[in-house]
């Protein structure tokens, strides 16, 4: 019980900061002989306390990004019921076996996206257009990633927030905190409706003492990874991302 409720305690605090704390609290239950599917399951049930105190302490943040949202958030429910459904239906090693790769495509995202946007920004001065504007067609691109990334994210949950703000970061002129609050809201959405799918379809296999315990300990830790992570500097959020992303693709490999 300890370990479980340290270990939902960790992964909220890295959701709100980065995101892919389910690469705590996962190989944890499944050390401790819970099988994978309902592992996965129950992580999902217990880390939306943590995702809404993490979204809660970056409400600052979305600010001035509801034109943008409203065309995100429905993309990332709909990405998040087609993850969901996946899970019950399809072999648990399906997706996992891809994880690596979109792992160290959005790391590689991450640390490109301000070259990307200073790309971006002449280009955009150069057609005579204002820097901040987005496109139509980077605009459908955001909605299609966002939908992505949700599929994956009702699916196995692990790593979603660094793929979203890899895929935010190339396509649009915004800061990494900023980014960072879309994250959270997006990721709290996914895992809401996995959450919701998961307890109406297969609700016996979720373990719900252990989905307690890590929400018990996301709640705090996704309140304490918001008020510190928005202290950070754009570099210093950006090197926590790949060096957590590192780590998480070495555990995801070595599982």
Known sequence: MVLIGLAGFGAG??????????????????????????????NAVGL???????????????????????????????????GAFLLLHLPARVFIQVVPVLLVTALALVVTGPRIQSWARRRAEEAGRSAEHVT??????????????AVYGGYFTAAQGILLVGVM???????????????????????????????????????????????????????????????????ALRATIVVVGLVGLYRLVTV
Do not use: C, H
């Open 48 to 82: 939306v306390a943590g995702s809404a105190s993490g979204t809660w302490g970056y409400r600052a943040e979305l600010g001035g990004q509801w034109d943008r949202l409203r065309w995100q958030i429905p993309a990332s429910l709909a990405g998040a019921a087609l």
């Open 13 to 42: 605090a890295i959701n709100a900061l980065v995101g892919s704390g389910t690469l705590i609290t996962f190989p944890t239950l499944v050390a401790l002989g819970y099988p994978p599917v309902a592992a996965t399951m129950s």
């Open 169 to 235: 970061g190339a396509l649009l002129p915004e800061s990494m905190q900023r980014m960072n609050a879309v994250k959270n809201l997006t990721t709290l959405l996914v895992n809401i409706v996995a959450a919701l799918g998961y307890a109406l379809a297969a609700p016996d296999r979720i373990s719900w003492p252990v989905a307690g315990l890590i929400a018990a300990g996301s709640l705090i830790g996704g309140s304490i990874g918001a008020r510190y992570g928005r202290r950070l500097s754009p570099n």
């Open 136 to 149: 139509p067609a980077r605009m459908a691109v955001l909605v299609l990633g966002t939908f992505a990334v």
